[in-house]
């Protein structure tokens, strides 16, 4: 299916401003995604009743809006920030910041209007924001502190289905400073593009060629 051309959609015109509808919240830290059907799916969280992910979805550019229940009870996991990839048969994953020392997932086979049970994998999160993108060649690509406490250092991690993830690149490691809140983006020529906050005095901006990474064992 075709997906959406924003300019023919506005007629040329950039749309006026406007809050999102009661309850709508957007996108937490992460950046939306459109599905091949042409919705925008945005990963959520909220913090004021336990720290609890849910997903928003808008098929028509923004008018209306639809979400789902939160996906945890932010007691078992508690769990904020969610990111969002593409997998194989139309499922998606999501991949995010707990409380629990580890990262989360949870899948969906249905464009993000459900999802199964949220999980911890083996991946370490020292209660810290991450990022990852879908590849072009299918690869999922993960920027994320591997650690348990403390934000650095800073890592790239390459999966081939999502589950087995290999160490890529290590992009900052620094004892006692903080190197956090990435966001990954690949531009058409390939090229991945992460930003960071560098010691909470600077954004820093690195770019990297995912067909040059040496992959190796996750470090213990």
Not at 176 to 199: E, N
Request: glycine share 10%; with cysteine; net charge neutral.
């Amino acid at each position: 299916m075709e997906l959406p051309d924003l300019q023919s959609a506005f007629a040329g015109q950039i749309p006026k401003p406007r809050r999102l509808p009661e309850g709508i919240l957007g996108p937490i830290k992460n950046k939306p995604v459109q599905l091949p059907g042409g919705d925008i799916l945005c990963p959520s969280s909220t913090e004021d009743s336990g720290w609890r992910v849910h997903f928003e979805w808008t098929g028509d550019l923004g008018i209306t809006w639809h979400k789902t229940e939160p996906v945890n009870d932010g007691k078992t996991i508690g769990a904020i920030q969610p990111t969002i990839l593409f997998h194989p048969g139309g499922r998606l994953q999501a991949l995010g910041r707990t409380k629990q020392s580890k990262i989360f997932e949870t899948w969906s086979s249905d464009g993000g209007k459900n999802w199964n049970e949220m999980k911890l994998t083996s991946l370490p999160n020292p209660n810290s924001g991450i990022d990852a993108v879908t590849l072009s060649d299918g690869r999922q690509l993960l920027v994320y502190n591997h650690s348990t406490k403390g934000r650095s250092p800073l890592n790239v991690a390459i999966s081939a289905d999502g589950n087995v993830w290999q160490s890529a690149l290590t992009l900052e490691d620094e004892p006692g400073k903080q190197f956090s809140y990435p966001a990954v983006i690949q531009t058409k020529d390939g090229l991945v593009h992460i930003t960071y906050t560098w010691k909470r005095e600077r954004i820093k901006h690195a770019v990297l060629d995912p067909l040059k990474l040496k992959l190796g064992p996750m470090a213990d």
